[in-house]
């Protein structure tokens, strides 16, 4: 699996963003996809999840203002950022969990940088 993620960029606060993220090659047996952030000085965290099932999960940060949707027709998935803060800057990655023989594999986009700045 390669994932390709795309959209950040600079934006003043209270703005919004779409990040995509396109992915290609053996993409079956998906468990759960997700975005994390990567703050300078700080370790990644958990921005948005969401899980073969269609179930979300939000940072308490981002709640309200973020919003996750899964592989497309297009075979890409998004996070729609609204209400950007100073805070939300971060290299955000694309993240795909996928289950093979009862263990779990991780593939993570290259990043791409969001600065919510005035």
């Known amino acids: 699996v390669q994932l390709q993620a795309s959209g950040g960029g600079l934006v003043r606060p209270g703005g919004s963003l779409r990040l995509s993220c396109a992915a290609s090659?053996?993409?079956?047996?998906?468990?759960?996809m997700g975005w994390y952030r990567q703050a300078p000085g700080k370790s990644r965290e958990l921005v948005a999840q969401?899980?073969?099932?269609?179930?979300?999960n939000y940072a308490d940060s981002v709640k309200g203002r973020f919003t996750i949707g899964g592989l497309n027709a297009q075979k890409t998935m998004y996070l729609q950022m609204t209400t950007l803060r100073p805070e939300d800057t971060a290299v955000y990655y694309c993240n795909i969990v996928r289950r093979l023989a009862g263990n779990l594999n991780d593939y993570w986009g290259q990043g791409t940088q969001v600065t919510v700045s005035s």
């Open positions: 090659g053996g993409i079956f047996s998906i468990d759960s």
């Open positions: 969401i899980s073969s099932a269609g179930i979300t």
